[in-house]
Protein backbone atom coordinates (compact mmCIF):
# COMPACT_ATOMS: atom_id res chain seq x y z
CA UNK A 1 0.00 0.00 0.00
CA UNK A 2 1.23 3.11 -1.10
CA UNK A 3 -0.72 7.08 0.06
CA UNK A 4 -4.16 4.66 0.50
CA UNK A 5 -6.69 6.99 1.06
CA UNK A 6 -10.85 6.68 2.01
CA UNK A 7 -13.41 9.03 2.52
CA UNK A 8 -17.04 8.36 2.93
CA UNK A 9 -19.45 11.10 2.14
CA UNK A 10 -22.29 11.40 4.73
CA UNK A 11 -25.98 12.07 3.68
CA UNK A 12 -25.72 16.14 4.32
CA UNK A 13 -22.29 15.91 1.96
CA UNK A 14 -19.88 15.89 4.87
CA UNK A 15 -16.79 14.47 3.67
CA UNK A 16 -14.97 12.06 6.18
CA UNK A 17 -11.80 10.81 6.07
CA UNK A 18 -11.75 7.36 7.37
CA UNK A 19 -8.06 6.24 5.85
CA UNK A 20 -5.40 9.17 5.75
CA UNK A 21 -2.12 8.50 2.91
CA UNK A 22 -1.17 4.94 4.50
CA UNK A 23 1.64 3.16 3.61
CA UNK A 24 1.73 -0.19 4.19
CA UNK A 25 4.14 -3.44 3.58
CA UNK A 26 3.14 -7.12 4.17
CA UNK A 27 5.97 -9.31 2.97
CA UNK A 28 4.89 -13.23 2.23
CA UNK A 29 5.21 -15.41 5.62
CA UNK A 30 4.31 -12.90 7.87
CA UNK A 31 1.57 -12.31 10.75
CA UNK A 32 0.80 -9.21 10.94
CA UNK A 33 -1.61 -8.06 13.66
CA UNK A 34 -4.02 -4.54 13.02
CA UNK A 35 -5.17 -2.88 15.70
CA UNK A 36 -7.20 0.27 17.17
CA UNK A 37 -9.98 1.40 18.62
CA UNK A 38 -13.30 1.70 17.24
CA UNK A 39 -13.42 4.45 14.21
CA UNK A 40 -9.91 4.21 13.70
CA UNK A 41 -10.19 2.80 10.65
CA UNK A 42 -8.61 -0.67 10.26
CA UNK A 43 -11.73 -2.71 8.95
CA UNK A 44 -11.75 -0.15 6.34
CA UNK A 45 -8.01 -0.68 6.15
CA UNK A 46 -8.55 -4.47 6.19
CA UNK A 47 -11.43 -4.52 3.34
CA UNK A 48 -9.10 -2.75 1.16
CA UNK A 49 -6.34 -5.11 1.81
CA UNK A 50 -9.09 -8.00 0.86
CA UNK A 51 -10.21 -5.74 -2.45
CA UNK A 52 -13.85 -5.74 -0.60
CA UNK A 53 -13.58 -2.11 -0.60
CA UNK A 54 -11.93 0.31 -3.54
CA UNK A 55 -9.57 3.02 -2.01
CA UNK A 56 -9.89 6.81 -2.73
CA UNK A 57 -6.35 7.44 -3.67
CA UNK A 58 -3.01 5.99 -3.66
CA UNK A 59 -1.69 2.35 -5.06
CA UNK A 60 -2.49 -1.03 -3.67
CA UNK A 61 -0.48 -4.16 -5.56
CA UNK A 62 -1.94 -7.21 -4.36
CA UNK A 63 0.54 -10.05 -5.27
CA UNK A 64 2.61 -7.66 -7.77
CA UNK A 65 -1.01 -6.90 -9.41
CA UNK A 66 -1.69 -3.19 -9.21
CA UNK A 67 -5.41 -3.57 -8.34
CA UNK A 68 -6.36 0.27 -9.44
CA UNK A 69 -6.22 -1.46 -13.24
CA UNK A 70 -8.14 -4.23 -12.35
CA UNK A 71 -12.14 -4.10 -13.57
CA UNK A 72 -14.55 -5.34 -10.67
CA UNK A 73 -14.69 -9.04 -12.43
CA UNK A 74 -10.84 -9.33 -12.86
CA UNK A 75 -10.50 -7.68 -9.12
CA UNK A 76 -12.78 -10.86 -7.85
CA UNK A 77 -10.67 -13.75 -9.56
CA UNK A 78 -7.62 -11.78 -8.07
CA UNK A 79 -9.02 -12.12 -5.05
CA UNK A 80 -10.48 -15.69 -5.45
CA UNK A 81 -7.16 -16.98 -6.42
CA UNK A 82 -5.13 -14.83 -3.56
CA UNK A 83 -6.63 -14.02 -0.65
CA UNK A 84 -8.41 -16.68 2.03
CA UNK A 85 -10.91 -14.46 4.79
CA UNK A 86 -12.23 -15.46 8.14
CA UNK A 87 -14.81 -13.30 9.99
CA UNK A 88 -15.87 -13.00 13.18
CA UNK A 89 -19.47 -14.32 12.53
CA UNK A 90 -18.72 -17.30 10.79
CA UNK A 91 -20.65 -16.92 7.26
CA UNK A 92 -21.63 -20.22 7.20
CA UNK A 93 -24.79 -21.49 4.85
CA UNK A 94 -26.96 -22.43 7.91
CA UNK A 95 -28.72 -24.93 5.15
CA UNK A 96 -25.36 -26.66 3.77
CA UNK A 97 -23.86 -28.90 5.11
CA UNK A 98 -20.23 -28.87 6.17
CA UNK A 99 -18.50 -30.47 3.29
CA UNK A 100 -20.67 -27.84 1.11
CA UNK A 101 -19.69 -24.90 3.20
CA UNK A 102 -15.82 -25.27 2.50
CA UNK A 103 -16.22 -26.43 -1.20
CA UNK A 104 -18.46 -23.27 -2.23
CA UNK A 105 -15.39 -20.90 -2.92
CA UNK A 106 -14.05 -23.36 -4.81
CA UNK A 107 -17.54 -23.93 -7.01
CA UNK A 108 -17.21 -20.23 -7.84
CA UNK A 109 -13.57 -20.59 -8.76
CA UNK A 110 -14.22 -23.38 -11.54
CA UNK A 111 -13.12 -25.99 -9.75
CA UNK A 112 -14.45 -29.21 -11.15
CA UNK A 113 -16.64 -31.21 -8.73
CA UNK A 114 -14.63 -34.19 -7.53
CA UNK A 115 -11.72 -32.14 -7.06
CA UNK A 116 -14.07 -29.45 -4.92
CA UNK A 117 -14.60 -31.96 -2.57
CA UNK A 118 -11.16 -33.55 -1.92
CA UNK A 119 -10.05 -30.36 -1.16
CA UNK A 120 -13.04 -29.65 1.16
CA UNK A 121 -12.50 -33.17 2.77
CA UNK A 122 -8.90 -32.47 2.86
CA UNK A 123 -8.65 -29.21 4.51
CA UNK A 124 -11.81 -30.40 7.21
CA UNK A 125 -9.58 -33.18 8.18
CA UNK A 126 -6.63 -30.82 8.44
CA UNK A 127 -8.93 -28.97 11.60
CA UNK A 128 -9.68 -32.52 13.03
CA UNK A 129 -13.09 -32.46 12.25
CA UNK A 130 -13.61 -34.70 9.34
CA UNK A 131 -16.53 -36.87 11.22
CA UNK A 132 -18.63 -33.70 10.72
CA UNK A 133 -18.90 -33.47 7.28
CA UNK A 134 -22.47 -33.99 6.23
CA UNK A 135 -23.42 -31.88 9.73
CA UNK A 136 -25.00 -28.80 9.12
CA UNK A 137 -22.96 -25.49 10.68
CA UNK A 138 -26.24 -25.43 13.92
CA UNK A 139 -25.32 -28.63 15.07
CA UNK A 140 -21.35 -27.36 15.33
CA UNK A 141 -19.96 -25.18 18.32
CA UNK A 142 -18.72 -21.74 17.84
CA UNK A 143 -14.98 -23.45 18.32
CA UNK A 144 -16.08 -25.95 15.72
CA UNK A 145 -17.87 -23.78 13.09
CA UNK A 146 -14.83 -21.11 13.18
CA UNK A 147 -12.88 -24.08 12.51
CA UNK A 148 -15.15 -25.05 9.53
CA UNK A 149 -14.83 -21.29 8.08
CA UNK A 150 -10.88 -21.41 8.36
CA UNK A 151 -11.01 -24.54 6.58
CA UNK A 152 -13.27 -22.75 3.88
CA UNK A 153 -10.43 -20.31 3.59
CA UNK A 154 -7.86 -22.31 3.21
CA UNK A 155 -9.89 -24.54 0.39
CA UNK A 156 -9.13 -21.85 -2.12
CA UNK A 157 -5.09 -22.63 -1.34
CA UNK A 158 -4.56 -18.67 -0.77
CA UNK A 159 -1.27 -16.56 -0.58
CA UNK A 160 -2.60 -14.20 2.10
CA UNK A 161 -5.15 -14.85 4.76
CA UNK A 162 -7.09 -12.21 6.34
CA UNK A 163 -8.88 -12.58 9.78
CA UNK A 164 -11.33 -10.12 10.61
CA UNK A 165 -11.98 -10.38 14.51
CA UNK A 166 -11.67 -14.09 14.03
CA UNK A 167 -12.11 -14.65 17.90
CA UNK A 168 -15.19 -12.12 18.63
CA UNK A 169 -17.93 -14.58 19.13
CA UNK A 170 -15.73 -16.86 21.10
CA UNK A 171 -14.56 -17.71 24.68
CA UNK A 172 -11.35 -17.18 26.03
CA UNK A 173 -10.08 -21.31 25.74
CA UNK A 174 -11.28 -21.39 22.51
CA UNK A 175 -9.78 -18.41 21.48
CA UNK A 176 -6.91 -19.39 22.76
CA UNK A 177 -7.02 -22.76 20.04
CA UNK A 178 -8.14 -20.67 17.46
CA UNK A 179 -4.94 -18.48 17.75
CA UNK A 180 -3.03 -21.68 18.14
CA UNK A 181 -4.22 -22.65 15.06
CA UNK A 182 -3.31 -19.45 13.16
CA UNK A 183 0.44 -19.45 14.15
CA UNK A 184 0.65 -23.34 13.12
CA UNK A 185 -0.66 -22.31 9.74
CA UNK A 186 1.97 -19.37 9.43
CA UNK A 187 4.87 -21.30 10.54
CA UNK A 188 4.02 -23.62 7.55
CA UNK A 189 4.20 -20.20 5.50
CA UNK A 190 0.94 -18.54 4.98
CA UNK A 191 0.71 -14.82 4.90
CA UNK A 192 -1.99 -13.67 7.61
CA UNK A 193 -3.02 -10.03 8.69
CA UNK A 194 -5.39 -10.34 11.68
CA UNK A 195 -7.39 -7.66 12.82
CA UNK A 196 -8.42 -7.36 16.67
CA UNK A 197 -9.14 -5.01 19.52
CA UNK A 198 -8.02 -7.69 21.77
CA UNK A 199 -4.29 -7.86 22.92
CA UNK A 200 -4.32 -11.50 24.11
CA UNK A 201 -5.26 -12.21 20.77
CA UNK A 202 -2.35 -10.07 18.93
CA UNK A 203 -0.22 -11.05 20.81
CA UNK A 204 -0.21 -14.17 18.43
CA UNK A 205 0.95 -11.85 15.83
CA UNK A 206 5.00 -11.35 14.76
CA UNK A 207 4.00 -7.86 13.79
CA UNK A 208 1.88 -4.56 15.44
CA UNK A 209 0.36 -2.08 13.31
CA UNK A 210 -1.38 0.32 15.00
CA UNK A 211 -3.96 2.27 13.80
CA UNK A 212 -5.52 5.68 15.33
CA UNK A 213 -7.49 8.33 13.44
CA UNK A 214 -7.15 6.67 9.98
CA UNK A 215 -3.28 6.39 10.19
CA UNK A 216 -0.63 3.84 11.26
CA UNK A 217 0.89 5.26 14.31
CA UNK A 218 2.75 2.34 15.25
CA UNK A 219 4.54 -0.59 13.06
CA UNK A 220 6.62 -3.07 14.72
CA UNK A 221 7.67 -5.89 16.55
CA UNK A 222 5.20 -7.10 19.22
CA UNK A 223 5.14 -5.18 22.63
Known sequence: MDGICKNYVL???????????????????????????????????????????????GTYLLDGEDTNLYNDTELANLRNNTIGFVFQGFNLLPRRTIIDNIALPLFY???????????????????????????????????????????????GEPKLLLADEPTGNLDSTTSDEIMKLFSDLNAEGITIVLVTHEQDVAR????????????????????
Do not use: C
Open 109 to 155: GGEKYKERIWRAEHYLGQMGLSKYRDYLPIQLSGGQQQRIAIARALA
Open 204 to 223: YAKRLVHVKDGEIIYDGPMY
Open 11 to 57: ADGTVVPILKSVDLVVDPGEFVAIMGPSGSGKSTLMNVLGTLDRPGG
